[in-house]
């Protein structure tokens, strides 16, 4: 029986980049070592790094003035290594509010400079994503969440405003076009929509680096990472090499552009479908629905276990909202095929018939 995989993360990779990594864990590179013991200065493992970088700039559309990170650490790690290496003690950040992703990077942030909280739709249970008002002068950046993971809402549009945007992108990077010249970081970890846990995508402008006069420890600050390539110390080499064969996946599917049509599709089928079927709703607002995270919920709550289990039986897996949440959540990141999605909806339906 094909399993159905809607975990939020660590999540669904492509069947063929598995694949592909199960024979290079046996043989890398015609090697003869797995590529779990072979040096990271190796020439075999170097070429993967740059292609991975290159993939990263080629996908996104990021020109010389970026550089581009492969660390460790998880997306959390951002949340304080952006303000240490971009914000003085007396200098000013505006922060987006819309989720628990949100709160920690703000909560980090706080050790480094003065955040100013610019919106919040934290008093809504986050169900929405609150407009950015016109921001006063000296902000260094607007740092948000393009996609709020948990609650199942998402930036449809980049803000306009006059600083450089800082975008948690953990859970919608590839999944989607945009602008790259709006922003002066991105970040994401592997395990939403790239790769397995372990290695964070870190792009960022240059131009922003260097201007912070605090000390800040040597495998903290991007500069010493830039420098060596994302090999100051022993990279994650593994989740570096999955997340390359996903871009090389992305890349020969289409593109983003290509990923961002199935997307849709796929989420536009789910939200038809909550809309349509008496027994579900969406706690979202209609605009900010998330194209990965679809949260929705039963009428009678009662009933939740036994949806579950109905799912479980036909082999889908993994959709239990956030435990802050509850409800039920399908992440349905670039790797998964419509046909699960039809499944679920499949599933939905007869859940309808069989209790009204
Ligand atoms: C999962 C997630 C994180 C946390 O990532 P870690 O790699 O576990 O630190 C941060 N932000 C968003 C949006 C996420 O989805």
Known sequence: MKIH???A?????????????????????GSGLSIMEISHRSKEFIKVMEEAVSLVRELLGAGDDYEVLFLSGGASSQFFMVPMNLLNEDEKAAYTDTGTWASKAIKEAKLFGNIDVVTSSKADNYTHIPKIPALEDGYIYLHLTSNNTIYGTQYKQFPDVQVPLVADMSSDIFSRQFDINKFGVIYAGAQKNMGPAGTTLVVIRKDLLGRVKRQIPSMLKYENHIENGSMYN????LPVFV???TMRWIKKSGGVAAMEKKNIQKSHLLYQEIERNSM?????????????????????????????????KEGLVGLE???????????????MDIDSVEKLVGLMQEFERLKS
């Not at 909202?321 to 790797?335: K, T």
């Open 5 to 7: 995989n809607f975990y």
């Open 280 to 312: 579900f709703y969406s706690p979202v607002n209609q605009e900010d629905r998330s194209d990965m995270n679809v949260c929705f919920l039963l009428h009678d709550r009662n009933l939740e276990k036994e949806f579950l289990e109905n799912c479980k």
């Open 321 to 335: 909202g956030h435990r802050s949440v509850g409800g039920f959540r399908a992440s349905i990141y670039n790797a």
């Open 9 to 29: 993360g660590p999540a669904i990779l492509p069947k063929e980049v598995i694949e592909e990594t199960s024979k290079e864990i046996l043989n890398f590179a």
């Open 234 to 237: 022993t990279p994650p080499v």
């Open 243 to 245: 997340s390359m064969l």
